[in-house]
């Protein structure tokens, strides 16, 4: 189903939108049609849906300035098909390919890609390997993705997986929440974001937001990310943890501005007719 044109009003209007990805599987999203046609995307973290607050704050944000946004559920999580797999890095960049894909059909100008936590990993692996969107926001991404593994899977994880080939991971209460098979694990592992930072185009615009109190991804990960992408700019919002409680307000204003700024000055590059 092809989402219709939005009039030229301040009104914003939502609209639920379907996707095939690569695989066949139907990725399910919501449009909030602005009164232009300049898109940014917005991706959701681990074990998230595109309903995540930072997310519905953001479409909020955007939308009420003008930028149509799109924010959807990768396959395996939330109303998207497909199975929920540990890892998934390089596929769920797949299906933001088809996302962006599908957009750029239906004309839409897609300025920008905004993701947080495994969302800012799919938004600048995306970004490493196709040059076609001028500006990404990576809000709390994981830049050593050897680490944090044992806080989910527990000690001796891979001396686990090895003997049995996964690892149920249960809740606080005993309950089974999802499996992680060795292939999985082995695809977060192999995902090298040393080798994506520096494949990143520097006529891409990267903006790295993090928390200097999270407690899930490290600050110093942010720090590799400045290290090495080549066009970036980082900025840490102090005592802010992962789901930037309390400091919402600040997040969505840094994003809004950054792509704003970039918009006006990519505009006033543009020759003169």
Same mark, same amino acid.
């Given at each position: =189903?092809?989402?219709?044109?939005?009039?030229?009003?301040?009104?914003?209007?939502?609209?639920?939108?379907?996707?095939? !990805?690569?695989?066949?599987? !139907?990725?399910?999203?919501? @449009?909030?049609?602005?009164?232009?046609?300049?898109?940014?995307?917005?991706?959701? &973290?681990?074990?998230?849906?595109?309903?995540?607050?930072? @997310?519905?704050?953001?479409?909020?944000?955007?939308?009420?300035? /003008?930028?149509?946004?799109?924010?959807?559920?990768?396959? &395996?999580?939330?109303?998207?098909? /497909?199975?929920?797999?540990?890892?998934?890095?390089?596929?769920?960049?797949?299906?933001?390919?088809?996302?962006?894909?599908?957009?750029?059909?239906? !004309?839409?100008?897609?300025?920008?890609? *905004? #993701?947080?936590?495994?969302?800012?990993?799919?938004?600048?692996?995306?970004?490493?390997?196709?040059?076609?969107?001028?500006?990404?926001?990576?809000?709390? /991404?994981?830049?050593?993705?050897?680490?944090?593994?044992? /806080?989910?899977? #527990?000690?001796?994880? =891979?001396?686990?997986?090895?003997?049995?080939?996964?690892?149920?991971?249960?809740?606080?209460?005993?309950?089974?929440?999802?499996?992680?098979?060795?292939?999985?694990?082995?695809?977060?592992?192999?995902?090298?974001?040393?080798?994506?930072?520096?494949?990143?185009?520097?006529?891409?615009?990267?903006?790295?937001?993090?928390?200097?109190?999270?407690?899930?991804?490290?600050?110093?990960?942010?720090?590799?990310?400045?290290?090495?992408?080549?066009?970036?700019?980082?900025?840490?919002?102090?005592?802010?943890?992962?789901?930037?409680? &309390?400091?919402?307000?600040?997040?969505?204003?840094? *994003? @809004?501005?950054?792509?704003?700024?970039?918009?006006?000055?990519?505009?006033?590059?543009?020759?003169?007719?």
């Amino acid at each position: =189903m092809s989402p219709e044109k939005s009039p030229k009003s301040s009104v914003v209007r939502e609209q639920r939108v379907t996707i095939s !990805n690569k695989h066949g599987e !139907n990725l399910v999203g919501l @449009l909030h049609q602005a009164c232009s046609k300049n898109l940014v995307i917005l991706c959701h &973290g681990f074990r998230a849906t595109k309903d995540d607050s930072i @997310l519905v704050d953001l479409a909020s944000a955007l939308t009420s300035d /003008g930028v149509s946004t799109f924010r959807f559920d990768f396959a &395996g999580n939330g109303e998207s098909e /497909g199975e929920f797999q540990y890892g998934n890095y390089r596929r769920e960049a797949d299906d933001l390919r088809s996302v962006v894909s599908y957009f750029t059909e239906q !004309n839409y100008n897609i300025i920008g890609l *905004v #993701g947080h936590s495994k969302g800012g990993n799919a938004v600048l692996l995306y970004a490493s390997v196709y040059h076609d969107i001028p500006i990404i926001v990576n809000i709390s /991404g994981r830049f050593s993705l050897e680490r944090g593994i044992d /806080g989910r899977l #527990g000690k001796n994880f =891979m001396q686990r997986i090895k003997k049995d080939g996964y690892i149920d991971v249960r809740n606080r209460k005993g309950e089974f929440e999802y499996r992680v098979t060795e292939e999985s694990l082995k695809d977060r592992l192999s995902t090298d974001t040393l080798l994506s930072s520096r494949s990143i185009s520097k006529d891409c615009r990267v903006l790295t937001i993090h928390g200097s109190k999270d407690e899930i991804v490290p600050v110093e990960d942010a720090l590799m990310f400045a290290a090495n992408i080549p066009n970036h700019e980082l900025h840490i919002i102090l005592e802010a943890n992962h789901r930037y409680t &309390g400091h919402e307000k600040e997040l969505t204003t840094l *994003v @809004l501005d950054f792509i704003k700024s970039q918009l006006h000055f990519s505009s006033s590059l543009r020759p003169k007719l």
